[in-house]
């Protein structure tokens, strides 16, 4: 997965400060709050030193602002604001290369009821990224398993809406891969269907399509997932499915790997320790891998609308 490096700036509530001066009181309603994760990545060579580009700020930021509706918090900033915010933080850090954004919202204590305000930060890292053809990281091997926590049901916590206190429910299926010796878990729904991961979502190759479950799963609504899902067929004739997906289609599949912003796209090597496929990592896998890397770094001419420019 992506590493993060922490940046001297960061935005926060109308102005750039030292990220290290970002501070609130302990008493604050922090647990109530909603983030989005968003990257930009360098133009051309995501290896390289340069200029970069956010990746798919539209959708993203819609699902911040629809994350905040469903948790009642009020957003102070307007979507072209909160843009102009994120290129500002990428500039006054001077980043050369690949950011991570992730601006936070949650609700101020004190505020009359009725009158509810919000504070409003984006903190940035530059990250590591598995893409790219010569990058060693994509092939590292990755043994996950099958968590015992279920994700959380949507008559729950919405599942969809992008919150930290859905983070909880993950934070237990990480610690629980962590100490058992695995790189990562996989979650089931309320049902005993696959869900996703524990930040990010899942697909596997099934007779040569793309696999992924489907929203009523207790997934989050992913941005890479419902790109990849309508243009793959489309732009590199990679068939996509959405149904419900059990176990035993894990351990059958002949490919498997997660695809989210932070997670990119991250291939695994098994799931409860049974082999997927015959070679690691898959060819398809490696396509749309190869695909996403093209698009996200500005190379795929026809899918450059996705991207939005910090330098301009």
């Keep these: 997965?992506?590493?993060?490096?922490?940046?001297?700036?960061?935005?926060?509530?109308?102005?750039?400060?030292?990220?290290?001066?970002?501070?609130?009181?302990?008493?604050?309603?922090?647990h109530l709050g909603i983030f989005e994760g968003i990257k930009a990545y360098l133009e051309g060579d995501l290896a390289g030193r340069g200029k970069q580009n956010i990746f798919a700020?539209?959708?993203?930021?819609d699902r911040l602002f629809r994350s905040a509706a469903v948790n009642g918090l009020v957003m102070p900033y307007n979507k072209d604001e909160l843009l102009a915010a994120a290129k500002e933080t990428i500039r006054a850090n001077n980043f050369t290369g690949n950011v991570y954004l992730q601006p936070r919202i949650w609700p101020k204590s004190g505020t009359p009821r009725g009158k509810p305000e919000s504070h409003v930060v984006i903190p940035a890292w530059e990250m590591n990224t598995l893409l790219g053809a010569s990058n060693q990281a994509f092939a590292k091997e990755r043994r996950f398993m099958v968590s015992s926590w279920r994700r959380i049901a949507t008559d729950a916590l919405p599942p969809q809406a992008k919150s930290w206190a859905n983070y909880g429910?993950?934070?237990l299926?990480?610690?629980?891969?962590?100490?058992?010796?695995?790189?990562?878990?996989?979650m089931l729904d309320n049902r005993g269907f696959v869900s996703e991961s524990t930040g990010a979502?899942?697909?596997?190759?099934k007779d040569g399509k793309v696999v992924t479950p489907s929203v009523t799963a207790s997934i989050l609504e992913s941005v890479t997932r419902d790109y990849l899902l309508k243009y793959l067929p489309i732009d590199i004739?990679?068939?996509?499915e959405v149904r419900?997906?059990?176990?035993?289609?894990?351990?059958?599949?002949?490919?498997?790997?997660?695809?989210?912003?932070?997670?990119e796209i991250t291939p695994i090597t098994s799931i409860d320790d049974i082999k997927i496929g015959e070679t690691y990592p898959g060819p398809i896998t490696t396509q749309i891998q190869t695909y996403y890397s093209d698009v996200v770094s500005g190379k795929n001419d026809k899918r450059r609308i996705w991207l939005t420019p910090v330098w301009v």
């Design 1 to 30: 997965m992506s590493g993060f490096n922490g940046a001297k700036y960061c935005w926060m509530n109308g102005s750039i400060i030292e990220t290290e001066k970002a501070l609130v009181s302990a008493m604050e309603p922090i």
């Design 57 to 61: 700020w539209k959708p993203h930021i």
């Design 169 to 171: 429910n993950s934070g």
């Design 173 to 186: 299926a990480g610690r629980e891969s962590s100490r058992l010796g695995f790189d990562g878990a996989i």
């Design 201 to 205: 979502c899942l697909a596997v190759i």
């Design 237 to 240: 004739n990679v068939h996509t």
């Design 244 to 263: 419900d997906l059990t176990r035993m289609d894990l351990y059958a599949s002949e490919e498997a790997f997660l695809l989210g912003t932070g997670a």
